[in-house]
């Protein structure tokens, strides 16, 4: 019964696939933009030296990206920290 | 001289090695000499799609590495006058061809045979590049989904940087009735997003599995729907203009009565 109720008024509501094509369109615009490799390289080496500071990190696997949700970039940084560094740990003794 | 057609998606699962089967048979119907390709090393399926896993014995990679001669690695398809595969290794890894390779195996093969169709791995890395160094045309197949289309949207981008202008498109696995319920994108969406020329429109099928289970190709069978738009597909790829087929063919019974009665 729930279900045929959910059925019928589902009917009024728009289609999924309005959906589908708008995220795509949005996914698109950040896929084109195509931030060049050279400018991501850079500022993962800066990322580098600033964390390097604070943390011991695992270089080869720290991974940035852009990604795109409701209308906005987000720069996300994945970094694998291995160890806080020791000289810091004092410091926040 | 024959040409050189790449098949490729991105995305996997979105049908590229049934496509590739499938216009291969379907040339070789109209009497074309076909080779085709099976360019995803490592993961070879071509040749099960094709019923063909048995007659193996020398694969790209022997040919790449000079193990054996070109013609003693072609399978020749005993169903399909003029239809030919060259299998992919099994075990071997992408790494195992170089692009500079396939171009020259792409070369030799082209001047034995009108079409090399090569069909591509999932991905954008090396398999890809080899599989797209020695073609001349390429078709992107994709699904009416979001992720589908994007991938094809980033391998429109790298074949035309790789100079392989103009792709055509290929929508796999479309379900009229959800576009009609306003649940799936419909052909029009998914060419303004890519802004591709399409080259067909295959409906979701299942005899597609049927076939596939026994190895056989749909485009034979003339009363699937996709065999009916694989064999159109074939005809545009020969340069004939063949109009999209009515999706729904008799559509429900309330579109059916309204047609009856003069409504539809």
Known sequence: MLEFLTR???????????????RLRLVLVHDRANVSPELLSMLKDDLIRTVSKYFEIDEKSLEITLDTSDNMVALVASI?????KRSVKMASV | MGEVIVITSGKGGVGKTTATANIGAGLALRGYKVALVDADIGLRNLDVVLGLENRIVYDLVDVAHGHCRLKQALIKDKRFEGLHLLPA??????????????????LQLKEEFDYVIIDCPAGIEQGFRNAIAGAEKAIVVTTPEVSAVRDADRVIGLLEAADLREPKLVINRLRPKMVRQG?????????????????GVIPED??????TNRGEAVVLDDRSR???????????????????MELERNGNLF???RKIIGLG
């Open chain 2, 206 to 211: 299942e005899q597609i599995i049927v076939t």
């Open chain 2, 255 to 257: 579109t059916r009565l």
């Open chain 1, 8 to 22: 019928l008024f589902q009917r009024h509501s728009p289609g999924s696939k309005d959906v589908a094509r708008e």
């Open chain 2, 226 to 244: 996709s065999g009916e738009a694989f064999r159109n597909v074939t005809r545009r790829i020969m340069g004939e203009p063949v109009p999209l």
């Open chain 2, 89 to 106: 290794a099994q075990t071997k890894d992408k790494t195992a061809v170089k692009p500079e390779q396939m171009k020259e195996i792409c």
């Open chain 2, 183 to 199: 649940d799936m994108m419909n052909i029009d969406d998914i060419i303004d997003i890519l802004a591709v020329d399409l080259l």
């Open chain 1, 80 to 84: 694998p920290v291995q160890c806080v």
